[in-house]
T-cell receptor, first 112, second 109 residues
């Protein structure tokens, strides 16, 4: 089954404690991206990747890092989380040939 | 990327047809029009995509006039489970899919 898998689904952490949210897709898609969704602000792109070892900043990259060492994986790293990073996060992937993106189930992160 | 404008919210009743119009006055020649649906706490889901005229699938229809400066997503005979946020996106196959605020559709019994 074609899917994008994020882990964990829920995470509560403390300020400053490094964390990683994993994202994996099994569709051999070139493009992958991370979004955060906050009430009233819609989906905002954090980082995107056009292929292995090719990443770039989206609209709200501050406080986040990503890596794309393998085509299927695109982890989101918060080196020092802060409460303003409390949000619902989505990973997405798509083929470069079209605009149909596949989204993960979401990760609800709470930083206290 | 072409900017899009769509209503913030729409209300409907079960069994009615819902039409959501999206304006995209500066759409480029290579741009496609894509609609996504999002339920609470779930990731957006692709519904339909078109370039011009009319596209229909098992879920919805997409009407695009000749000038392509707007498009209308039509949801036939909605049910309570169609309550969701609907996003209109315009662009080519570039890397950046930008989601606006979308249209919150509420279907009532």
């Amino acid at each position: 089954e074609a899917q994008v898998t994020q882990n964990p689904r829920y995470l509560i952490t403390v300020t400053g404690k490094k964390l990683t949210v994993t994202c994996s897709q099994n569709m051999n898609h070139e493009y992958m991206s991370w979004y955060r969704q906050d009430p009233g602000l819609g989906l905002r792109q954090i980082y995107y990747s056009m292929n292995v070892e090719v990443t770039d900043k989206g609209d709200v990259p501050e406080g986040y890092k990503v890596s794309r060492k393998e085509k299927r994986n695109f982890p989101l790293i918060l080196e020092s989380p802060s409460p303003n990073q409390t949000s619902l996060y989505f990973c997405a992937s798509r083929d470069r040939a079209n605009t149909e993106a596949f989204f993960g189930q979401g990760t609800r992160l709470t930083v206290v | 990327l072409a900017k899009t404008t769509q209503p913030i919210s729409m209300d409907s009743y079960e069994g009615q047809e819902v039409n959501i119009t999206c304006s995209h006055n500066n759409i480029a020649t290579n741009d496609y029009i894509t609609w996504y649906q999002q339920f609470p706490s779930q990731g957006p889901r692709f519904i339909i995509q078109g370039y011009k005229t009319k596209v229909t699938n098992e879920v919805a229809s997409l009407f695009i006039p000749a000038d392509r400066k707007s498009s209308t997503l039509s949801l036939p005979r909605v049910s309570l489970s169609d309550t969701a946020v609907y996003y209109c996106l315009v662009g080519d196959n570039d890397y950046k899919l930008s989601f606006g605020a979308g249209t919150t559709v509420t279907v009532r019994a």
